[in-house]
């Protein structure tokens, strides 16, 4: 299928044999690109996935989870966050980042599918949880996205004293009733 050209993304499509049980597969020739200055998603490095190559992957209108590779890093439960006009971005994080050896301005290869597997918080993070009931009430009232946010930076600690800082960092986070977002914007000191 011939690839669709924009003006800093060159997108190409595999899809597969819809008699198969395999789901779709997207390749993406694009650009990093980064935000100023945007609400929460400020100074967020990302692909753009545009609204029709997204629904290749999903129908939903909000954010959900991808699979596959960006150059040669394997990537797994990555959201695909909506922008608007049905547009999606994959926010490309500092670990992603580090691991092609590339930033904002830099050519990437995507390659990626829906992911449908389950998120499983942190088996450390969900016990000191169970201990801090303002935390743990805060946590409850948050949407699976916001949940995962905290998953998903806790397991990325490479250490265990860089894990045992982020739990705490979190539960007195949700502690205060903040969110993900907000915990490191006051950890940057961003207002």
């Known amino acids: 299928m011939?690839?669709?050209?924009?003006?800093?993304?060159y997108i190409g499509m595999v899809v597969a044999d819809p008699f198969s049980e395999r789901m779709a597969v997207i390749e993406i020739n694009g650009i990093l690109e980064r935000f100023g200055k945007m609400g929460e998603k400020s100074g967020?490095?990302?692909?753009?996935?545009?609204?029709?190559?997204?629904?290749?992957l999903s129908?939903?209108?909000n954010t959900f989870r991808v699979k596959g590779h960006i150059d040669q890093h394997e990537i797994r439960q990555v959201a695909l966050v909506p922008v608007g006009d049905g547009d999606f971005i994959l926010p490309v994080n500092g670990g992603m980042r580090k691991a092609i050896k590339k930033s904002a301005g830099a050519p990437v290869r995507l390659r990626i599918q829906h992911d449908d597997s389950e998120l499983l918080p942190d088996r450390d993070f969900m016990e000191c949880l169970a201990e801090e009931p303002l935390a743990m009430t805060h946590y409850q009232k948050l949407t699976q996205g916001h949940?995962?946010?905290?998953?998903k930076w806790i397991g990325s600690a490479r250490t265990?004293?860089?894990?045992?800082?982020?739990?705490?960092?979190?539960?007195?986070?949700?502690?205060?009733?903040?969110?993900?977002a907000e915990m490191l914007r006051e950890k940057k000191g961003i207002q």
Do not use: H, Q
């Not at 011939?2 to 993304?9: F, R, S, T």
């Not at 949940?147 to 998953?151: A, H, P």
């Open 160 to 180: 265990a004293p860089t894990k045992a800082s982020r739990i705490a960092m979190a539960l007195d986070a949700l502690s205060r009733g903040l969110g993900f």
């Open 2 to 9: 011939p690839g669709l050209a924009g003006e800093n993304i």
């Open 147 to 151: 949940k995962n946010y905290f998953t």
């Open 44 to 56: 967020w490095t990302y692909v753009l996935i545009p609204a029709e190559i997204a629904r290749s």
């Open 59 to 61: 129908k939903a209108r």
